[in-house]
Nanobody
């Protein structure tokens, strides 16, 4: 059974930085795409970034390019470094995973961690 646990959310001022981490358990092998999504109040869940594999392709939403950086330390651990945070980055951030080499839409989700950007 796959389990994803996120860490690192909190309150930060505009322009500040925050780092999220996600640890996975229950993967049956190393071929999982891992990703970060977020959902703001009243809005749909949206992709933030994904990592196809350790050292593999990454992709970012236009709204976070050059501010957020995804890293895959190993097959089970994913991080998201968020810099120059804006109030519109406020959302619940979710870690996702799918056993695939190319499909980044998750079929496993973490419980989410709240990120609030406010002065």
């Amino acid at each position: 059974q796959v389990k994803l646990v996120e860490f690192g959310g909190g309150l930060v001022q505009p322009g500040g930085s925050l780092r999220l981490s996600c640890t996975a358990s229950g993967f049956i092998d190393g071929h999982y795409v891992m990703s970060w999504y977020r959902q703001a109040p009243g809005k749909e869940r949206e992709l933030v970034a994904f990592s196809l594999s350790v050292g593999g392709k990454t992709r970012y939403a236009d709204s976070v390019k050059d501010r957020f950086f995804i890293s895959r330390d190993d097959a089970n651990n994913l991080s998201l470094q968020m810099n120059s945070l804006k109030p519109e980055d406020t959302a619940v951030y979710y870690c996702g995973a799918r056993r695939s080499t190319y499909d980044y839409v998750p079929d496993h989700w973490g419980q989410g961690t709240q990120v609030t950007v406010s002065s």
